[in-house]
């Protein structure tokens, strides 16, 4: 069975180095059909995609969006943190998501103080905001 094909049939995506290493050498010792094998493990593959996912969004980098304005005493810009997800480098974008609120505690809040040294990451027109 091909990665691709076990992604599709388990309805959730995971590495291929984890199906390499981990499910492609069971799949094989049995004599077993690919839907019923998914089936047998389907709680342990949802287990497995749920931990790549989290541990793919600590990865993501912290960002701040601006519009390019600034407060009125011109020091600070106007705009928010935001986690990078991906960049469509053919439209000119980058695609962010919003901080959950644990996030914006432990990683923003204890090192911000609000004066963002006359800087920003990317304009709020280059960006595509997705969802929590």
């Known amino acids: 069975m091909l990665h691709s094909e076990f992604c599709k049939i388990a309805k959730c995506e995971i590495s291929y180095k984890v199906y390499k290493e981990a499910f492609e050498p069971l799949y094989m010792s049995m004599d077993i059909d690919k839907h019923a094998f998914v089936k047998m493990l389907?709680?342990?593959?949802?287990e497995v995609a749920k931990k790549e996912e989290e541990e793919a969004?600590?990865?993501q980098k912290l960002i701040?969006?601006?519009?390019?304005?600034?407060?009125?005493?011109?020091?600070?810009y106007n705009g928010e943190f935001v986690k990078l997800v991906?960049?469509?480098?053919?439209a000119g974008k980058v695609i962010v998501r919003e901080l959950t609120d644990d996030e914006y505690?432990?990683?923003v809040a204890p090192h911000f103080s609000g004066y963002c040294?006359?800087?920003y990451d990317v304009l709020v027109e280059n960006t595509i905001l997705l969802g929590r």
């Open 105 to 107: 505690r432990t990683e």
């Open 117 to 119: 040294h006359s800087t």
């Open 42 to 46: 389907l709680p342990a593959i949802k």
């Open 86 to 90: 991906d960049v469509d480098i053919l």
């Open 57 to 59: 969004r600590k990865r």
């Open 64 to 76: 701040f969006v601006s519009d390019g304005t600034k407060t009125p005493n011109g020091c600070y």
